[in-house]
């Protein structure tokens, strides 16, 4: 006997593989619109695979949790589809945050990009030297050697809080000869 409209789900539950591939055959387009429709931004088409077969897995394991007429089947594995996909994106997004968290990531730059880089830095270094002998210590304990404020407030005799206060002046400072550095640039 193989499987039909009426006596798919019965067939179904009893762990007849006719069934699955009846069921496959008929919501495969449901199943895979679901799927990309919610992981679809993570321009991943092998976690919507992934989850899809997941999603008629979960179907085949669970068949016999369904109480429902056959007509009714259809929204019971949308369902399972809709949820199975927040899952997957969930754990996709989470996983995504993990490996940009972790230290060990590494960029691949470009011969230019690195160029630009390198300049961008050398131009902030001259920017750091036209500060006061304090605010550039400061500024190059803090964001070249990476030290904490404490332990800067310490080695130079100074509070904490003078210390923040030192940073965003000398944030300010630089940001206007930043400024005032490009506005020449575009009068040449």
């Known amino acids: 006997m193989k499987?039909?409209?009426t006596n798919f789900v019965r067939r179904l539950q009893r762990q007849h593989e006719d069934?699955?591939?009846?069921?496959?055959?008929?919501?495969?387009?449901?199943?895979?619109?679901i799927t990309h429709n919610v992981l679809g931004?993570?321009?991943?088409?092998?976690?919507?695979?992934?989850?899809?077969?997941?999603?008629?897995?979960?179907i085949w394991n669970h068949a016999h949790k369904f109480k429902?007429?056959?007509?009714?089947?259809?929204?019971?594995?949308?369902?399972?589809?809709k949820f199975k996909a927040i899952d997957y994106y969930r754990k996709a997004r989470r996983d995504l945050?993990?490996?940009?968290?972790?230290?060990?990531v590494q960029v691949v730059m470009s011969a230019e990009d690195e160029l630009l880089l390198q300049e961008e830095r050398t131009e902030?270094?001259?920017?750091?030297?036209?500060?006061?002998?304090?605010e550039r210590e400061i500024f190059m304990m803090k964001y070249f050697l990476g030290a904490s404020t404490e332990s800067i407030s310490a080695k130079l005799g100074l509070t904490r809080a003078a210390v923040?206060?030192?940073i965003y002046r000398g944030k300010k400072k630089l940001q206007?000869?930043?400024v005032n550095l490009q506005m020449g640039e575009r009068s040449l």
Do not use: H, M
Not at 68 to 81: V, Y
Not at 97 to 104: F, L, Q, R, S
Not at 124 to 134: F, G, N, T, W
């Open 97 to 104: 945050a993990d490996v940009t968290d972790a230290a060990d």
């Open 124 to 134: 902030l270094l001259e920017l750091i030297d036209r500060l006061e002998p304090v």
């Open 164 to 166: 923040d206060n030192r």
């Open 3 to 5: 499987s039909n409209d």
């Open 41 to 58: 931004p993570l321009n991943n088409s092998g976690i919507i695979d992934e989850c899809v077969n997941d999603v008629f897995l979960s």
């Open 68 to 81: 429902g007429k056959p007509e009714d089947f259809r929204k019971w594995a949308a369902a399972i589809a």
């Open 19 to 33: 069934a699955l591939e009846f069921i496959v055959e008929r919501y495969l387009p449901l199943i895979k619109g």
């Open 176 to 178: 206007q000869q930043a």
